[in-house]
């Protein structure tokens, strides 16, 4: 297994197991075709037991239906808050980044974005007098 590249990753750090996929049809006593996303249309979908691994339900992963507002763009999460700001210092050059918080997520799931794709995004959170971020 030493230098196999499973998925994008090389050694140690490849997964195991990817994804969860919907069961399309089982094939054999041990075997079962899976509906794969497209970017995996170069691996065959046709799996055996001992390959697959069964999903274990998580509340987390749940989103009620009502809470979900889709965007013209097709995109759901929302920005509601910026929390920080910093800029990162590499060799030539500067990034500025700044801490956001998502709508339907906890402070503990925010992430760093970069500041001009945000202000792009949300200018309303730019403006001088919109809302700023908590010390």
Do not use: C
Not at 41 to 68: A, C, E, G, Q, W
């Amino acid at each position: 297994m030493e230098g196999v590249v499973r998925f994008g990753r090389k050694g140690k750090l490849s997964p195991w197991f990817i994804g969860s996929y919907q069961i399309l049809k089982r094939v054999g006593p041990v075997a079962y075709q899976l509906e794969l996303l497209l970017e995996l249309d170069h691996i065959h979908d046709v799996f055996h037991v001992s390959m697959l691994r069964r999903y274990r339900s998580n509340p987390t992963h749940i989103m009620l239906v009502d809470k979900i507002k889709v965007r013209p763009d097709l995109t759901i999460e929302e920005l509601v808050q910026i929390l920080d700001r910093d800029v990162k210092v590499l060799r030539r050059k500067s990034i500025s980044l700044v801490k956001v918080l998502w709508q339907n997520h906890s402070i503990e799931d925010a992430t760093w974005e970069l500041k001009d794709s945000m202000r792009q995004q949300y200018p309303h959170l730019f403006r001088s007098g919109g809302p700023k971020f908590k010390p």
